[in-house]
């Protein structure tokens, strides 16, 4: 084999490694594309379907909470009603276990607004009410379920129902006035109120 003949060779063979390399190296790109390309879509697909997943269970729980809010479009279609036991009187109570357990009941209420009101009016007149107007007074924070009918009622802002008028009634709704301009910023404490609403 000449001179010539044998250079031709090497470098036949050189450019034949040289492609096959550059046609490894081009397959590599092409598998390492085709790998970022199939984990891409992997996650976009995961994604989507945990989304999908999620969707309906996000939906249930904001459909399925109990107060929507006072938006004038609010259908309330779906709160929750849950219905409460009615209320009976207590039989058996001496006047004595009345009062205190009266007491508790105006101090610990459902709203701030009536803490302040209640505890206040009980320290004021619990420990000289009658038999007839504890009773009263014991439907009347007791009977309705709901806190804010009791503070509207009081302050005039809406009608009372017939059921819980009368003397009790009008005395807190004269009471709620504060004719005398007291600051009522907070309720006494049991404590306080225990000892204020002892007879004698």
Known sequence: MSLASR????????LLSSQ???S???SAVTNKKDTMLSAFVAKRLVSGVCQALWR????????????????PDDSRGDLIEIPLPP??????????????RLLFQSRKRGMLENCILLSLFAKQYLNTM?????RQYDRLINEPS??????????EAQPVPDVYTGEIM??????TKNKDQEQRLDAPNLEYLDKGSQPG
Do not use: C
Not at 56 to 71: D, Q
Not at 87 to 100: A, H, L, P, V
Not at 146 to 155: G, K, M
Not at 170 to 175: A, C, P, R, V
């Open 130 to 134: 009658t038999e007839h107007q504890l």
């Open 87 to 100: 209320w009976t009187e207590k039989d058996g109570e001496t006047m004595d276990i009345k009062r205190r």
């Open 146 to 155: 709901n806190d804010w009918d009791i503070y509207y009622w009081a302050t």
């Open 24 to 26: 490894h190296q081009d």
């Open 56 to 71: 309906p269970a996000v939906a249930e729980l904001v459909t399925t909470r109990g107060y929507k809010g006072e938006a």
């Open 20 to 22: 096959q390399e550059q």
């Open 170 to 175: 009008d005395l807190l709704k004269e009471f």
């Open 7 to 14: 250079d031709l060779s090497i470098l036949g063979h050189r």
